[in-house]
Nanobody
Framework: QVQLVESGGGLVQPGGSSRLSCAASGFTFRLYGMKWYRQAPGKERELVADISTVGSRTNYADSVKGRFTISRDNVKNLVYLQMNSLKPEDTAVYYC?????????WGQGTQVTVSS
């Protein structure tokens, strides 16, 4: 079955960096675009970034453009989110996401807290 497992969250100081990973299994990873979402307390889940099957196309939310980078490793079945110049407003639970054969799958999420 499709599984997505995020890791790499934690407490980061403002201006710092963190890299999230999402390990995918149960489907042919290289054939599917991947997305990162986040959900802050009291807010709706929002799309942060997405990446095409071979990584040639990426898109970002305006709020993270220039600070975050999405990438993938189709050998290791991993998708990454490199986050730089972190701000307190980036505090959220971060989720990776894929749609496989019309079904939407989410990981369990990883908490990122940006605070001094």
């Amino acid at each position: 079955q499709v599984q997505l497992v995020e890791s790499g969250g934690g407490l980061v100081q403002p201006g710092g960096s963190s890299r999230l990973s999402c390990a995918a299994s149960g489907f042919t990873f290289r054939l599917y675009g991947m997305k990162w979402y986040r959900q802050a307390p009291g807010k709706e889940r929002e799309l942060v970034a997405d990446i095409s099957t071979v990584g040639s196309r990426t898109n970002y939310a305006d709020s993270v453009k220039g600070r975050f980078t999405i990438s993938r490793d189709n050998v290791k079945n991993l998708v990454y989110l490199q986050m730089n110049s972190l701000k307190p407003e980036d505090t959220a639970v971060y989720y990776c996401n894929v749609i496989v054969k019309g079904t939407l799958y989410w990981g369990q999420g990883t908490q990122v807290t940006v605070s001094s």
